[in-house]
């Protein structure tokens, strides 16, 4: 009986452990919160200025032969005018298109600039391929 009661003895500061962590697992968490929704950002003061590039390929035909073109392009838009350049993969400049309200003009290196109202009837007549500048802008 004594070394049974020596054992109580000596168990009781990990009986306490015991009775401590078996309360704790009783205890609820709170289910996660959801974050917040984010407050939506205008989408239309983004498109008044923004600064684009990346990559482009295109495959088109022209005089009855189909053509490819690879490279990347830049674009720089504020709300009065819209500067669109693109290079050929080793980065050269194949054609600008600078375009403000009523007036749209695109240069090619080695000729005259052409200029026009209607910027995507101009990128296609000078590129011989669609460049919808006008609904990218919008």
Known sequence: MLAAAALFDALRPFRLAALVLAL????????????????????????????????????????????????????AQTAQHAAVAILSPLGQ??????????????????????????VDALAADALGWPLPVAGLRD
């Open 24 to 75: 704790t697992g009783c205890a609820s968490i709170a289910p996660p919160t959801a974050p917040e929704p984010q407050r939506a950002i205008p989408v239309r003061a983004y498109r008044d200025a923004i600064e684009l590039d990346g990559r482009l390929s295109v495959r088109y035909e022209q005089n009855g032969r189909e053509q490819a073109l690879h490279g990347s392009f830049t674009w």
């Open 93 to 118: 400049t194949l054609a600008t298109i600078d375009v403000a309200p009523g007036h749209s003009s695109l240069t090619q290196a080695g000729r005259a600039p052409r200029i026009a109202a209607d």
